[in-house]
């Protein structure tokens, strides 16, 4: 019984992940000093990556 509540609990974190994926053409913005960049080829990794710069991980740039 615990096995399934632990299961789902994994189940539902995969699926977070999954929405935040980097994809082709993803603007990142580092809030420090200012560096933009734009992602040409995705990594294809199951876990989030961070895109870190300024020792801190850059957010998304809104489009425009």
Do not use: F, Q, W
Not at 39 to 52: F, H, K, Y
Request: one cysteine or more; charged letters at 35%; hydrophobic letters at 35%.
């Amino acid at each position: 019984m615990a096995e399934k509540k632990v299961a789902k609990k994994v189940a539902k974190k995969v699926a977070k992940v999954a929405k935040k994926v980097v994809k082709k053409g993803d603007a990142y913005k580092c809030s420090v000093c200012g560096l933009g960049i734009t992602v040409n080829e995705a990594c294809g990794c199951i876990e989030t990556c961070d895109i870190v710069c300024c020792e801190k991980p850059m957010k998304p740039k809104k489009r425009s």
